[in-house]
C-alpha cells in the first residue's frame, strides 16, 4: 500500500488524484512542517526536510518532490494517462512548475528563511519581487504549455493537475486571470474534472477562483 503524507490545501491534492488515477490502494497520513503532530512526527523519520508531499512506496522506498512523484506514478502506472506516450514536453513543464512557481511561493509564504535580517521592511520588499516573478513565470508557462494539460481523451494529464493545483496560491490564478484569460478556462477545465473536482473541494471549500 501507498502512503501519503500531506495535509489540507498543500501539494498532497495532487497526489491524492493521482493515486485514484492509478487505482492503487493508498491511504493519507495528515503531516506537515508547520504542526507537531504523530504524523510529522513520524514524516520526520522518512524525510528530515518534512516536506508534504512525500510518498511512501509499497516497498518502503521514499519519494518526494511533487513533480517527481507524478513522474514516477505516470511512467509506473501508463493507464492512468498521467503522462503522455511522448512525454517529454510534461515532464518539461512539470519541472517547469517546480522550479520557477513552487520553489516562489515558497518564498513567498516564509521569506524569513530567505534574509539574515528580521526587518520586516526587507521580508516585504522580497515577498513583492517574489511575487511579481511569480506571476510573470505562470504567463511564460501559459505561454508555452497551454496545449499541453490534457490527454488525447481531454483529461487533465499530471501537468494539468499540477498546474490547477500549484496556480491556487500567491495570486496566481487571479493574475492569469488578468493576463492570460483564455488559458485559466483550461485551468478551469481541469478544476471540474470528475476526478480533480471532488479532491479540490476537500482541499479548498472557499474557493472562489
Known amino acids: 500500500m501507498y502512503t501519503l503524507y500531506g495535509t489540507q490545501g498543500a501539494g498532497s491534492c495532487m497526489i491524492e488524484i493521482a493515486l485514484q488515477r492509478c487505482e492503487v490502494p493508498w491511504h493519507q497520513v495528515d503531516a506537515c512542517s508547520w504542526e507537531d503532530t504523530v504524523g510529522s512526527k513520524a514524516l520526520a523519520r522518512i524525510n528530515p526536510l518534512k516536506q508534504i508531499p512525500t510518498l511512501q512506496l509499497p516497498d518502503g ?6 513533480a517527481a512523484i507524478l513522474i514516477h506514478l505516470g ?13 517529454a514536453q510534461v515532464i518539461r513543464g512539470l519541472v517547469y512548475i517546480a522550479a520557477n512557481c513552487y520553489s516562489a511561493i515558497g518564498i513567498i509564504d516564509y521569506p524569513q528563511r ?4 528580521a526587518d520586516e521592511r526587507l521580508q516585504a520588499q522580497l515577498v513583492a519581487g517574489t511575487r511579481r516573478h511569480l506571476h510573470l513565470a ?9 496545449g499541453q494539460l490534457f490527454n488525447a481523451s ?11 493545483a500549484v496556480s491556487r496560491w500567491s495570486g496566481g490564478r487571479g493574475a492569469l486571470q488578468q493576463s492570460r484569460p483564455e488559458f485559466v478556462l483550461s485551468l478551469v477545465q481541469v478544476d471540474i474534472d ?14 472562489t477562483g
Do not use: C, K, Y
Not at 522506498?61 to 511533487?66: D, H, M, P, W
Not at 511512467?75 to 512525454?87: D, G, K, M, R
Open 114 to 117: 530567505w534574509l539574515d535580517s
Open 194 to 207: 470528475p476526478n480533480v473536482a471532488p479532491v479540490f473541494a476537500r482541499h479548498w471549500p472557499q474557493w
Open 138 to 146: 505562470w504567463e511564460m508557462f501559459a505561454d508555452q504549455f497551454a
Open 154 to 164: 481531454d483529461v487533465p494529464n499530471a501537468l494539468g493537475i499540477m498546474a490547477a
Open 61 to 66: 522506498s521514499v519519494l518526494t518532490e511533487s
Open 75 to 87: 511512467l509506473a502506472f501508463p493507464a492512468s494517462n498521467l503522462l503522455p506516450a511522448n512525454a
